[in-house]
């Protein structure tokens, strides 16, 4: 591979080769819309008074696994995090840091799975940016995007309407990405093929139910920290708690196996394309049977009831009988999975 | 996967339970109570995940042991080894003795953080890849441990010395699990009428091993799996020798478990090491306890390369984790127990370890008191 093949400092310079770079490898695939001229910034249309906004960056090693890659992930996870506050990403900004010396087939491989995501999301990239760091000063490629949204009607999310009673819900199977993205990076083989990231769009799930937000209390994509993390978000400084059921928790078998086999709480372990979602009891069974209906929550679940005591504790009810405390993940369990 | 669903399935141990019931109300109604002292640390975190404890029947009380090799490790042995890292050396480690405060407050962590050469292991061949990385250094890799750790530590040794790799030798604090178990009963202070023996350790030694305690102590132990069943079937019958006055051993994990346990493992330790008094924390100084390196294998034991001992450690104020590890205090009963000492803020080893019985109990037990029945 000679040196032009490569992501070279001058990529990021500023001159002559950054425009190309910036030609042939950005404005091929997003120069449709709002990057059609390359402005310092977009002006874009927009219809309600207001908007929701996000932020997150992507630094997941390997940067391709089983289900995924760095560039599909940057945009589901910015248009999930959206998603799950209730609203619709309509565009992103796109920020790469590259180092220098880093193929450029692979930048392509990136830009192209970001172009087919966000085609899948239905959201456009409205701005962007490159810079290049030299060898050693950063890991391959990292990516930044935020994402701004319309509030879908109806979603008036907060934890302060939740109640006793309500059900806690989750659209598939936990842990998958998490432990696809360990079992990629420490090359571990599970016989009959290990786990494959959740990666996903759940914004189909958020849509599909929004007939019903009224009766929507809360929801979260359980990121870092997995399900554990956000149902003690979700009950930490409350006057109720979540009691879940092991048993109706969906796990894909490779999945389980491998925390077993790690000594991994498969509770504490990122998903990408899952909703855990309370609700009032009354609709519960209703969405669970339309995430059910669709191909991304097949796997849906009830998993548990808020409860009045213990306050402020999830407490998860166990295969065997017994009960135990869900807490939260402690230090840096499996770091750079997203 | 499948496999330990096997160990999990709910009607098992739904007839497990009944069956732990019916054996207790016979035994309460022959001899009261029973106390069965659960060794290995990782049965405690093993019932506290499952949720365990619940479902034991009204008069048996498990009580966690001195199993957990942080735990019962004296706190003058981070501090050598902080020593060591300072005077240039590579330090390798498990990752639990990472956070383990000295009295002092300070750590290998902290050590780190400072610019002290302090990897963690995963396995004790890391301490081999990390001393073939850097030639230019020798490495002392941090040998704490029952005989589970012992046999895989001492492999990494003979190949050093296979290899004529000279930059790497042990700061060893092997213990051995019977003589603890032994003093724990001559203690007296806790009432223990039979033992639930750590399946690790006996791949090693063998569940013949435990005769010694049930001859000549009089209490039966039932070596147990990690699974939740393996738990309680060994529960069953651990209540049931109680019950009956039997002082047998039994040997529940037979799948993985051998009688005479693994010969091989045995031997090396028979060629590296041999007996010597050890100081455990809880127990303090017992005879026979633990192991040095044979005096041919003198280059590999770091005290003796590098000219240092090490000293007996102070506990920091206030810390009750010896009580706890004798079985002498559940965690709860420590008065710093989440309220001076928490996992992100531990004041002893039994809140650091992820074998620790604090550890498990703040994990999974600590809203146990709040959770409706």
Known sequence: MSAEDRVQLAHGGGGRMMAEFIERHIRARFGEGPLRDLPDASRLAWTGPEVVFTTDSYVVQPRRFPGGDIGSLAVHGTVNDLAVSGARARWLSLSLILEEGLPLAEVDEVLSSVAVAARACGVGIATGDTKVVGRGQCDGLFINTAGIGEPIAGYALSCETIRPGDRVLVSGTIGDHGLAVLAARERISVAGGGPVSDSAPVIGLVETVADLAGAVRWMRDPTRGGLAAVLNECVTGRPWGIEIVEQRIPLAPATGALAELLGVDVLHVACEGRVVAVCAAEVAEEIVRRWRARADGRQAADIGVVVERPAGAVVLATRVGGRRLVDLPRGELLPRIC | MRYSDGFRQPAAAEALVRMLHERMAVARSRRGAIAVMEVCGTHTMAVGRHGLRRRLPEGLRLISGPGCPVCVTDAGYIQTAIELAESGLGIATFGDLLQVPTAGGDSLAACRARGGRVQVCYSPLDALRAAAAEPGREWVLLAIGFETTIAPVLAT??????????????????????????????????????????????????????????????????????????????????????????????????????????????????????????????????????????????????????????????????????????????????????????????????????????????????????APG
């Open chain 2, 157 to 370: 040794l003979q190949r050093a010395h296979d290899a004529g790799l000279g930059g790497l030798s042990a700061l060893v604090a092997f213990k051995r699990v019977l003589p603890a178990m032994e003093a724990v009963l001559a203690d007296g202070r806790t009432a223990i009428d039979g033992f639930l023996c750590p399946p690790h350790v006996s791949t090693v030694i063998g569940a013949a091993a435990y005769r010694t305690i049930a001859e000549r102590h009089g209490r039966p132990c039932v070596v147990a799996g990690f699974e939740p069943l393996d738990i309680l079937a060994a529960l069953v019958a651990l209540v049931e020798l109680v019950a009956e006055g039997r002082a047998e051993v039994r040997n529940e994990y037979a799948r993985v478990v051998k009688e005479e346990g693994n010969p091989r493992a045995q031997r090396l330790i028979e060629e590296w090491l041999e007996p010597c008094a050890a100081r455990w924390r809880g127990l303090g100084e017992l005879p026979n306890s633990g192991y040095r390196l044979r005096e041919d294998r003198a280059r590999y034991d770091a005290e003796r390369r590098y000219g240092v001992t090490v000293r007996t450690g102070r506990d920091a104020p206030g810390c009750r984790c010896g009580d706890v590890i004798a079985g002498r205090m559940d965690p709860p009963q420590c008065p710093l127990f989440r309220r001076m000492c928490t996992p992100d803020s531990p004041v002893g080893p039994c809140m650091v370890s992820s074998e620790g019985s604090c550890a498990a109990w703040f994990k999974y037990e600590r809203a146990e008191a709040a």
